[in-house]
């Protein structure tokens, strides 16, 4: 009997093999390309790691910007796939998240400047000086999915329940930007506590947050721990009759504002302030616990209204992607690549 149930459990693992090798197979390059340009950034060299990755044309590339790419890269590579199963066009698509992208680095920036830079908006476009704020990039991101989604006739629910899944790999990433820039740190780790992190984070990320001698709590890795868990519920759920339509945009809030607004933005030494003389001790007087809050709000108000009033007309995401499987797997298959460019041309 046992036996049996191992075999058919071998079958099963075998068929969902099969049926997923293609985004295993992406998975795997996804986090092979990662590994790769970390160990390029790290491997054989000393803390704290040189920020810049190369220089060209006398122009310093900074590893920051690297992880952003390779997080943008990822999201959208992932959204284009996901769009055979949702029907959802996917040349819009790739064209939206180019215009999307610039607008959402444009929208950190400024959040930034408004909050931090003593210069005001005269900095907006020094890039160079750095400083980049998510919250002005989700808030930018959603804005622009709104107006883009009407203009091109798409599905709303689908483009957010997408951009959701994207905006965590892009934050899963891009913090390890902040971990070279030595920066989005916690406050010094207590003695009691060193020798359990010692053990329990890679040593490459440890030794690099001693800043002046003293070690300090790798809050961004933290952050990018909360999201990858975030990002693997989405992806294994929204493959379960659980979700409907547009509800992954309002669960995405509510994960990354609870997250970042109580379990990691109160512990961050470098919080932006609304008023500087009140200090940071006051969480609430920190913008991105009481912005983060404030999504953690908006996120359950969408899910609620959407769940309740809207995706009561709405489809199961599964039931979606079940009712396009077959024509996706052809169009993503060699046959079907073929098909599309013969088409194009």
Request: proline fraction near 3%; charged fraction near 20%; hydrophobic fraction near 50%.
């Amino acid at each position: 009997m046992n036996k049996t149930k191992k075999n058919e459990t071998k079958e099963k693992l075998k068929d969902h093999f099969i049926n997923y090798k293609q985004p295993y197979i992406i998975g795997a390059a996804f986090v092979g390309w990662f590994l790769l340009i970390l160990t390029l950034a790290t491997a054989g060299k000393q803390p704290p790691y040189n920020p810049v990755a190369f220089s060209l044309f006398g122009l310093d590339i900074a590893w920051y910007a690297i992880f952003i790419l390779t997080g943008a890269i990822f999201a959208v590579i992932l959204a284009y796939r996901e769009a055979f199963f949702l029907n959802v066009n996917r040349d819009h698509l790739i064209d939206g998240a180019l215009i999307g992208i610039v607008l959402g680095i444009i929208g950190a920036r400024l959040y930034y400047v408004i909050f931090e830079s003593p210069d005001g908006f005269s900095e907006i476009f020094n890039l160079r000086g750095g400083g980049l704020a998510i919250h002005g990039g989700i808030i930018v991101g959603v804005i622009f999915v709104f107006v883009y989604t009407k203009i091109r006739k798409m599905n709303l629910f689908k483009v957010l329940d997408l951009l959701a899944v994207g905006f965590l790999i892009g934050q899963i990433i891009g913090r390890f930007g902040n971990f070279m820039n030595q920066e989005a740190h916690g406050g010094p780790i207590s003695a009691n506590a060193q020798t359990f992190l010692s053990v329990i984070i890679p040593n490459f990320i440890y030794n690099n947050m001693f800043i002046n001698g003293v070690p300090y709590h790798p809050t961004f890795l933290y952050e990018s721990l909360w999201n990858l868990l975030g990002l693997i519920l989405l992806l294994v759920l929204r493959r379960k009759r659980v979700f409907k339509i547009g509800d992954m945009i309002g669960l995405y809030l509510i994960w990354y504002g609870l997250g970042r607004g109580l379990l990691i933005e109160p512990f961050r030494t470098d919080p932006l302030l609304f008023i500087e003389s009140v200090g940071m001790d006051n969480i609430f007087n920190r913008v991105n616990v009481v912005l983060s809050l404030t999504l953690f709000v908006i996120g359950g108000t969408l899910y609620l209204v959407i769940k309740n009033k809207i995706n009561k007309e709405l489809p199961y995401y599964y039931d979606v992607v079940n009712e396009n499987k077959e024509e996706a797997k052809f169009l993503l298959s060699k046959e079907g690549r073929e098909k599309r460019k013969g088409n194009k041309k």
